[in-house]
């Protein structure tokens, strides 16, 4: 494969808006070290994580909901995902989907001319469960906002789907987040799950993760979005607000409680979402788009014997095996809409705005 000097790419300067993502079209190809593999990006996703980082809404300092906008207070120690500064100019881009087109010298060479999707944590490989040594693809190193990226081999893993590239590239970050949260509420059979944010990359993911296993599900999502998500098989499909919360779940699915609540919203809906959990009942969490300070009764939480765990760096079987389902067929591709790179911006803001019913992704 004949591999360029240089590549356009999209480089985030520094925290603020979008005013700090700057297109190049001059910038060097990276090469791979020893254990690397050179990846020419074919497609690449959009998350919350990219839109989190540039903002700095990481930062303990910002209470407010994710908007997109830069945060004039951002903490100059804590800005990025787990609670420590990243380096500039960075690439972002977690969600990458290419075909690998040189290997380093200790890498595997059978990855050489493969379709390939990018595993998002970075790990010590001598100490792979090790919460406290991880990274995150397109944070703590470059993404896939580029035409090529560079991964660890460990990283890299070949997938035989008839699915597009851009279908493809709606997976990584939102599947595995979505697999990750039911795993450590362990969802099975027996579970009702109400989804929050059902019709975003993670909330259409979490349905479809949560039949898989079983459950019975309930998605919270906008009206005008309810047609696009009925075909991912939830039992019931409410308002993302309904008036009374125990009302509309005893009508659509004839019980007032649910066993787990996978969250990705937060925000002032949190005591109403939690009051619905059964005796018992886990709750699960992996973003608050509505905002990160909630009110929580500490009597709901001992008195009903709750269960409450987040849900970041997962378990590196959770990847391959979300590889696997693709390839059986087993969860569809959300596909919300495609831009050129060269369009970061306007598709980010499209993301932001939340007028789309799964994910959005970007074509080097």
């Known amino acids: ?110 990855l050489l001319g493969k379709r390939v999707l990018i595993d998002c944590w970075l790990r010590d490989w001598d100490d792979p469960r090790n919460k406290e040594k991880t990274g995150y693809f397109g944070s703590e190193c470059d993404g896939g ?65 949560a039949k898989r296993r079983g459950a019975r599900v309930v998605g919270l999502a906008s009206e005008d979005k309810h047609e696009s998500l009925a075909q991912f098989g939830a039992e019931a499909l409410l308002p993302r607000q309904p008036e009374s919360l125990v009302a509309a779940l005893k009508s659509a699915i ?32 992996s973003g608050a788009i509505a905002g990160p300070i909630v009110e929580l009764d500490l009597r709901t939480l001992y008195l009903r014997d709750l269960t409450f765990t987040g849900s970041t760096v997962l378990p590196p079987e959770v990847f391959p095996n979300l590889v696997r389902y693709i390839e059986r067929g087993e969860i569809k591709p959300v596909l919300a809409a495609t831009y050129p790179l060269a369009d970061l911006k306007q598709a980010q803001q499209a993301f932001i705005d939340k007028t789309h019913t799964g994910n959005i992704v970007v074509l080097p």
């Open 145 to 209: 906002f580029a035409q090529y990226t560079l991964a660890d081999h460990r990283n890299v893993h070949p997938i035989d789907s008839p699915l597009s590239d851009a279908e493809l590239a709606t997976f990584s970050c939102s599947s595995s987040t979505a697999e990750g949260m039911l795993e450590r509420a362990k969802v099975g059979p027996e579970d009702t799950v109400l989804v929050t944010g059902a019709s975003g990359g993670v909330g259409s993911a979490l349905i479809q993760l």
């Open 254 to 285: 004839g019980q007032d409680r649910v066993s787990v609540v996978a969250d990705i919203v937060g925000g002032p809906a949190f005591p109403t979402i939690i009051d619905v959990l059964e005796r018992g009942g886990r709750y699960t969490c």
């Open 1 to 110: 494969m004949n591999i360029p000097n240089t590549m356009s790419a999209f480089i985030l300067t520094g925290h603020g808006g979008l005013e700090m993502l700057e297109y190049r079209t001059d910038w060097p190809v990276p090469a791979p070290s020893a254990t690397q593999v050179l990846i020419r990006v074919a497609a690449c996703g959009l998350n919350n994580t990219d839109v989190n980082t540039r903002s700095g809404w990481y930062s303990k300092s910002v209470s407010e909901a994710t908007t997109g906008e830069g945060h004039t207070e951002v903490g100059d120690s804590d800005p990025a995902w787990d609670g420590t500064p990243i380096s500039f100019p960075r690439i972002q881009g977690a969600d990458a989907v290419g075909v690998v087109a040189a290997v380093g010298t200790d890498a595997n060479p059978d």
